[in-house]
């Protein structure tokens, strides 16, 4: 179990996964159309600031997450999903864990930060008992069909 580089081979994963126009905004947020296709993610990952990462189960992809170089010393956790055969089952913890822990060894971060949608429940507590501690609210900033999807902004220092 543990994180491997994402490459171009998984895109058609990603693709797979991402199936619905909400969820690909939940996931996504405005950066991506739907459907999510090779192209798009092809050019966000040639971002020389993005690093992402496939989490793998006994063989099996399980879920996608990504850091994104704020600064030297600042990453941003992005993108994070879990694969549904794999959701309630504590993925998404075990996934952050070995992120959090290679962001300060490889790459030497002294703080991560996040946004979340506030209505994401669920990935809220999960950031919450990984030491994330809400130090943002924005409301109205985001919307999708017409309504207003609020985000908290996060941070955990290392």
């Given at each position: 179990?543990?994180?491997?580089?994402?490459?171009?081979?998984?895109?058609?994963?990603?693709?797979?996964?991402?199936?619905?126009?909400?969820?690909?905004?939940?996931?996504?947020g405005p950066n991506f159309e739907f459907p999510l296709d090779c192209?798009?993610?092809?050019?966000?990952?040639?971002?020389?600031?993005?690093?992402?990462?496939?989490?793998?189960?006994?063989?099996?992809?399980?879920?996608?997450?990504?850091?994104?170089?704020?600064?030297?010393?600042?990453?941003?956790?992005?993108?994070?999903?879990?694969?549904?055969?794999?959701?309630?089952?504590?993925?998404?913890?075990?996934?952050?864990?070995?992120?959090?822990?290679?962001?300060?060894?490889?790459?030497?971060?002294r703080e991560l930060s996040l946004a979340v949608f506030e209505r994401?429940?669920?990935?809220?507590?999960?950031?919450?008992?990984?030491?994330?501690?809400?130090?943002?609210?924005?409301?109205g900033t985001r919307s999708f069909d017409d309504a207003a999807w609020?985000?908290?902004?996060?941070?955990?220092?290392?």
């Amino acid at each position: 179990m543990g994180l491997r580089a994402f490459e171009k081979s998984d895109y058609g994963t990603l693709i797979h996964w991402i199936d619905s126009d909400k969820l690909n905004y939940q996931w996504g947020g405005p950066n991506f159309e739907f459907p999510l296709d090779c192209t798009q993610i092809s050019k966000h990952c040639a971002q020389s600031e993005v690093f992402p990462f496939i989490f793998v189960i006994n063989e099996e992809n399980a879920g996608y997450v990504e850091l994104f170089k704020v600064s030297e010393s600042h990453f941003r956790i992005c993108r994070v999903f879990v694969s549904n055969d794999f959701r309630g089952k504590g993925v998404a913890k075990q996934m952050l864990n070995q992120l959090i822990e290679l962001s300060e060894t490889q790459f030497n971060v002294r703080e991560l930060s996040l946004a979340v949608f506030e209505r994401n429940k669920i990935a809220k507590n999960c950031y919450e008992s990984l030491g994330f501690v809400v130090t943002a609210f924005e409301q109205g900033t985001r919307s999708f069909d017409d309504a207003a999807w609020d985000l908290l902004r996060m941070e955990k220092r290392l």
